[in-house]
């Protein structure tokens, strides 16, 4: 049954290839590179004229007072991160290692380097495919999930004998032991279970992953041609391993291809907006895959054996070994392949909590990238490479702090009800502003169409209230180990849950509200300030722009809409206002009322006979549901009155 279900897919698949149906979408999504590669140009020029106009217009005014300058400050370093001395790097450097926070100059410098990406032929003649050893890390995660993932992996449509699943346990876990040896016995002959018997470290999946090569090459048959990692909680479709080698077959200079993760288990309604955090790194990601440079994710991913044994294995000196492995590929010559399609649905953060403590790791993977690139351990590897990595982490530290200072600032100065921008020249700075918000909309819906994806501007900064998390691990990372001799944070593993998890989502099958452990546990504290700085911030300035229409000689609608504008109407200040008064009720409103707890059984298709469970279709389908544009609509909308308006009265 399960051999079927795997062939028809892989059938369909072939056919949507053969008979050229998927090529029409690829011809579309070639033909918005294009434009998107003058849409990037076009919004970074604007974005330069109205800052510098900004600055100009500042200089020469007579009266700009503190609250200018810090407002003028904070549009400068937000738009910093779109600076021409990372497009330099980036076509000229290893585009792997741009940051994704250049969503205006990297599908610039990336564009120039594209050639035109095709699905390749899925290879249909057993004997035509390679052995493949399928290595899944665990370490003390629910043993549900671990079989689970995998029975899927044992019954694959590949030729059983061709591939070996191998179970690599660091928590020696001696009823896994026992359960993974029953079911090879009675079912799953091509399944086996490995420990190394060690304390587990901070780095301890890589060295996991190189302890599975070297087990692999002592069983009989030695070591496969091909290397594939799962993650635990990651369950393959039928048809995965099939797809995905014949990305690497169907290119001689690939050393790897990898999927994107899909989640079967969002929360319902997305409070978190996980969905928009995803699909910006999927964007990324996928224009990276148009200079065959995208980094690996981390699960799903099949590399050349041979590849692994010139770079000496899995790198060890990151928490973030996926992304270092493919950028050390990439250095060494190799090309580095994305899989767009659904073939791997795994298990999001599914708390609050876990949500937080999973974007901490990533930011810490990323410092940890920077360091081990900065050491001497990282000398042989081209200067180039080193340098962009290095980048990159500070590029990402320098965000956070952008914007959680951002944040924290802005709606404190908007308070004040003082006009945040001189009055000389408002006519031809508005239209600016106008205009740049037009080019910037123009390149974030190009950027979107790659993804078959709705994600306005606001959707793509929608875990922006995460900055002060990944700030306050960059701090740790920075400070405290050079300081007070403290060392980074340890995470445990994902499947296990810290004890504030456990509580929140107990509080959510009691249907009650999180707000200690939102608010004090996880300090969501300062996005409560936040928010009620932003409401105040509003009332604020309605309440100034009324004073000093009162005091004005000019019509009252007149000089209402000009005090307005020159406080929190201004159009790049009411849409950071927006971005971060919505960024920080998402914390609030998870407290105040947090999504039903779903049983992860309720989410699956359960096949009787062989216990093998695959995520529900309708699953699925929402996963691929568009985002709400409404705050995109509200604000395209205000831009459009105001501008008719500002013609027309001022």
């Given at each position: 049954?399960?051999?079927?279900?795997?062939?028809?897919?892989?059938?369909?698949?072939?056919?949507?290839?053969?008979?050229g149906?998927?090529?029409?979408?690829?011809?579309?999504?070639?033909?918005?590179?294009?434009?998107?590669?003058?849409?990037?140009?076009?919004?970074?020029?604007?974005s330069?004229?109205?800052l510098?106009?900004?600055?100009?217009?500042?200089?020469?005014?007579?009266?700009?007072?503190?609250?200018?300058?810090?407002?003028?400050?904070?549009?400068?370093?937000?738009?910093?991160?779109?600076s021409?001395?990372?497009?330099?790097?980036?076509?000229?450097?290893?585009?792997?290692?741009?940051?994704?926070?250049?969503?205006?100059?990297?599908?610039?410098?990336?564009?120039?380097?594209?050639e035109?990406?095709?699905?390749?032929?899925?290879?249909?003649?057993?004997?035509?495919?390679?052995?493949v050893?399928?290595?899944i890390?665990?370490?003390?995660?629910?043993?549900?999930?671990?079989?689970?993932?995998?029975k899927?992996?044992?019954?694959?449509?590949?030729p059983?004998?061709?591939?070996?699943?191998i179970?690599?346990?660091?928590?020696?876990?001696?009823?896994?032991?026992?359960?993974?040896t029953?079911?090879?016995?009675?079912?799953?002959s091509?399944?086996?279970y490995?420990?190394?018997?060690?304390?587990v470290?901070?780095?301890?999946?890589?060295?996991?992953?190189?302890?599975?090569?070297?087990?692999a090459?002592?069983?009989?048959?030695?070591?496969?041609?091909?290397v594939?990692?799962?993650?635990v909680?990651?369950?393959?479709?039928?048809?995965?391993?099939?797809?995905?080698?014949?990305?690497?077959l169907?290119?001689?200079?690939?050393?790897?291809?990898?999927?994107?993760?899909?989640?079967?288990?969002?929360?319902?309604?997305?409070?978190?907006g996980?969905?928009?955090?995803?699909?910006?790194?999927?964007?990324?990601?996928?224009?990276?895959?148009?200079?065959?440079?995208?980094f690996?994710?981390?699960?799903?991913?099949?590399?050349?054996?041979?590849?692994?044994?010139?770079?000496?294995?899995?790198p060890?000196?990151?928490?973030?070994?996926?992304?270092?492995?493919?950028?050390?590929?990439?250095?060494?010559?190799w090309q580095?392949?994305?899989?767009p399609?659904?073939?791997?649905?795994?298990l999001?953060?599914?708390?609050?909590?876990?949500?937080?403590?999973?974007?901490?790791?990533?930011?810490?993977?990323i410092?940890?990238?920077?360091?081990?690139?900065?050491?001497?351990?990282?000398?042989?590897?081209?200067?180039?490479?080193?340098?962009?990595?290095?980048?990159?982490?500070?590029?990402?530290?320098?965000?956070?702090?952008?914007?959680?200072?951002?944040?924290?600032?802005?709606?404190?100065?908007?308070?004040?009800?003082?006009?945040?921008?001189p009055?000389n020249h408002?006519?031809?700075?508005?239209?600016?502003?106008?205009?740049?918000?037009?080019?910037?909309?123009?390149c974030?819906?190009?950027?979107c169409?790659?993804?078959?994806?709705?994600?306005?501007?606001?959707?793509?900064?929608?875990?922006i209230?995460?900055?002060?998390?990944?700030?306050?691990?960059?701090?740790?990372?920075?400070?405290?180990?050079?300081?007070?001799?403290r060392?980074?944070?340890?995470?445990?593993?994902?499947?296990i849950p810290?004890?504030?998890?456990?509580?929140?989502?107990?509080?959510?099958?009691?249907?009650?509200?999180?707000?200690?452990?939102?608010?004090?546990?996880?300090?969501?504290?300062?996005?409560?300030?936040?928010?009620?700085?932003?409401?105040?911030?509003?009332?604020?300035?309605?309440?100034?722009?009324?004073?000093?229409?009162?005091?004005?000689?000019?019509?009252?609608?007149?000089?209402?809409?000009?005090a307005?504008?020159?406080?929190?109407?201004?159009?790049?200040?009411?849409?950071?206002?927006?971005?971060?008064?919505?960024?920080?009720?998402?914390?609030?409103?998870?407290?105040?009322?947090?999504p039903?707890?779903?049983?992860?059984?309720?989410?699956?298709?359960?096949?009787?006979d062989?216990?093998?469970?695959?995520?529900?279709?309708s699953?699925?389908?929402?996963?691929?549901?568009?985002?709400?544009?409404?705050?995109?609509?509200?604000?395209?909308?205000?831009?459009?009155?105001?501008?008719?308006?500002?013609?027309?009265?001022?």
């Open positions: 049954m399960v051999g079927q279900r795997g062939r028809k897919i892989t059938e369909h698949s072939v056919r949507a290839r053969e008979d149906s998927s090529e029409p979408k690829q011809r579309t999504r070639r033909r918005y590179l294009k434009w998107l590669q003058l849409s990037a140009a076009l919004s970074m020029l604007t330069i004229v109205y510098s106009c900004r600055v100009k217009f500042a200089l020469a005014a007579q009266h700009a007072g503190l609250v200018v300058w810090a407002v003028l400050f904070i549009e400068l370093a937000i738009a910093g991160k779109y021409l001395g990372v497009l330099v790097v980036s076509l000229f450097i290893s585009p792997i290692l741009v940051p994704r926070l250049f969503s205006q100059l990297f599908p610039l410098a990336i564009t120039s380097k594209a035109g990406k095709r699905l390749p032929q899925v290879i249909e003649e057993d004997g035509e495919l390679p052995r050893d399928v290595f890390p665990c370490c003390g995660e629910d043993i549900d999930i671990v079989l689970d993932t995998a899927a992996a044992c019954v694959l449509d590949y059983r004998s061709l591939f070996r699943v179970i690599l346990d660091d928590s020696a876990s001696t009823q896994l032991a026992e359960i993974i029953q079911l090879r016995n009675k079912r799953f091509n399944l086996y490995a420990a190394r018997g060690v304390q470290v901070t780095h301890s999946k890589a060295a996991n992953l190189n302890f599975g090569l070297q087990y090459n002592d069983l009989q048959g030695g070591k496969a041609e091909l594939s990692v799962l993650d909680d990651m369950i393959p479709e039928p048809q995965w391993l099939r797809i995905v080698v014949s990305y690497l169907n290119n001689p200079q690939a050393a790897l291809a990898c999927p994107f993760q899909r989640s079967y288990n969002i929360m319902p309604s997305d409070p978190l996980m969905t928009y955090d995803i699909k910006s790194i999927e964007s990324f990601i996928n224009l990276q895959d148009f200079a065959n440079d995208s690996c994710t981390g699960s799903g991913f099949v590399v050349r054996h041979s590849a692994l044994d010139q770079i000496k294995g899995f060890e000196e990151s928490l973030s070994e996926d992304v270092l492995t493919s950028l050390i590929l990439c250095a060494c010559g580095t392949l994305y899989v399609e659904p073939v791997q649905w795994g999001a953060a599914d708390t609050f909590c876990g949500w937080l403590k999973q974007r901490q790791r990533w930011a810490a993977g410092l940890s990238i920077a360091q081990f690139l900065c050491s001497p351990r990282a000398h042989g590897l081209p200067l180039a490479a080193r340098f962009s990595g290095a980048l990159w982490g500070i590029v990402d530290s320098s965000a956070s702090f952008i914007w959680t200072s951002s944040m924290i600032s802005l709606p404190l100065l908007i308070l004040t009800g003082e006009p945040l921008l009055s408002l006519r031809l700075l508005f239209r600016m502003a106008v205009l740049d918000f037009c080019a910037q909309s123009t974030q819906a190009l950027l169409s790659l993804l078959d994806f709705r994600m306005s501007m606001i959707g793509a900064n929608a875990a209230w995460t900055a002060p998390y990944r700030l306050a691990i960059a701090v740790r990372f920075y400070i405290y180990p050079k300081l007070l001799g060392p980074l944070p340890r995470f445990t593993p994902t499947g810290a004890s504030s998890g456990r509580s929140e989502n107990e509080a959510r099958r009691r249907g009650d509200s999180c707000m200690k452990i939102v608010l004090w546990d996880c300090g969501a504290w300062i996005h409560l300030l936040c928010f009620v700085a932003c409401v105040g911030g509003l009332a604020s300035s309605i309440t100034a722009a009324l004073r000093d229409s009162s005091n004005s000689a000019s019509a009252p609608f007149q000089s209402i809409l000009q307005l504008v020159v406080r929190i109407a201004w159009p790049p200040v009411l849409f950071l206002w927006i971005m971060f008064a919505k960024n920080a009720s998402v914390p609030l409103a998870y407290a105040i009322s947090p039903a707890f779903v049983e992860r059984e309720e989410l699956l298709d359960r096949e009787e062989t216990g093998v469970a695959y995520p529900k279709q699953v699925k389908d929402s996963h691929m549901e568009k985002a709400s544009q409404a705050f995109w609509k509200v604000l395209a909308g205000y831009h459009l009155v105001a501008a008719l308006l500002f013609e027309v009265f001022l």
